[in-house]
C-alpha cells in the first residue's frame, strides 16, 4: 500500500517562529489533507488540496499540493502557544465511491514561550 | 459539516473480552470509516462501513476480530473482540462523502 514520510518527527520552537514540515510519497494521490490533533481529541482538517501546484493558505497556515502529486508541505507563521500539537498530513486516492485515505507519521510540535 | 459522536470515549477492559463502541453522526453519510490509532503513532485504517452490506476491510484486519455494523446512513459500531494488551489503541470514526474525511474524538481503549 502507499507510504508517507513525514518530516521532522518533532519540533521544538520559540513563540513566533515560523515553521515547515512535508510529506513525501513514492505513490501519486488526488487530495492532499492536513490534520492537527490535540491530546484527546480526534484529527481536526486544516486544509484540504485537490490540484496539484496548488497553495491554499487558512489564516497563519499555507500548504501546497506538490507539481508531482507525490508531495506536500504545511507552513505556520508566527507560531503561538495553542498551535502544540501533532500535525498529520494525509494522501487521499478516490476511484469511484471508494476512498483510500493514507496517514503520514505526524509531526509533534512544542511552542516555547 | 456533520457532527461526529463516539461512545465510550475511554474504557478499560480485561483481556480476552469484547466492547462495541459506537458511532453516531447528526446527518445522513454514505461513508464511513473506522480508523485505528496505537500510542504515539499515526491513524491507520481498519475498514470502511458500508451501509446495507458488509464492510470492507485493510489488508490486516479481519471480520472476526473486528466486526462492524452499519445499520443505517447515521449509524455505525465497531467491535474489538477477544481484546489483548496490543488492542489498546484510540478507535476513530470517520465520515466523508464529497468532504473530506473528518472525524470523532475517538473512544481510548486500555486492554489489563
Known amino acids: 500500500g502507499q507510504q508517507l514520510n513525514q518530516s521532522p518527527q518533532s519540533m521544538f520552537i520559540q513563540e513566533g517562529e515560523d515553521v515547515s514540515m512535508n510529506c513525501t510519497s513514492s505513490s501519486i494521490f488526488n487530495t492532499w489533507l492536513w490534520y492537527k490533533q490535540d491530546p484527546g481529541e480526534g484529527p481536526v482538517l486544516l486544509i484540504a488540496l485537490y490540484k496539484a501546484g496548488e497553495l491554499t493558505s487558512n489564516g497563519r497556515l499555507t500548504a501546497q499540493f506538490g507539481i508531482t502529486r507525490k508531495d506536500s508541505f504545511l507552513n505556520i507563521s508566527a507560531s503561538i502557544p495553542s498551535d502544540v500539537g501533532i500535525y498529520f498530513c494525509a494522501g487521499e486516492i478516490s476511484s469511484g465511491s471508494a476512498r483510500q485515505l493514507t496517514f503520514g507519521s505526524g509531526t509533534q510540535l512544542t511552542v516555547l514561550p | 459539516s456533520a457532527v461526529i459522536s463516539q461512545k465510550p470515549s475511554r474504557d478499560i477492559c480485561q483481556r480476552g473480552t469484547s466492547l462495541t463502541i459506537q458511532c453516531q453522526v447528526d446527518?445522513?453519510?454514505?461513508?464511513m470509516f473506522w480508523y485505528r490509532q496505537q500510542p504515539g503513532q499515526s491513524l491507520t485504517l481498519i475498514a470502511t462501513?458500508?451501509?446495507?452490506?458488509?464492510?470492507?476491510?485493510e489488508s490486516g484486519f479481519v471480520i472476526d476480530k473486528f466486526p462492524i455494523s452499519r445499520p443505517n446512513l447515521t449509524f455505525s459500531t465497531l467491535t474489538v473482540s477477544n481484546m489483548s494488551p496490543e488492542d489498546s489503541s484510540i478507535y476513530l470514526c470517520?465520515?466523508?462523502?464529497?468532504?473530506?474525511?473528518?472525524f470523532g474524538d475517538g473512544t481510548r481503549l486500555s486492554i489489563l
Open positions: 446527518s445522513q453519510v454514505t461513508m
Open positions: 470517520s465520515v466523508g462523502d464529497s468532504q473530506p474525511q473528518h
Open positions: 462501513a458500508n451501509q446495507g452490506s458488509e464492510a470492507t476491510y
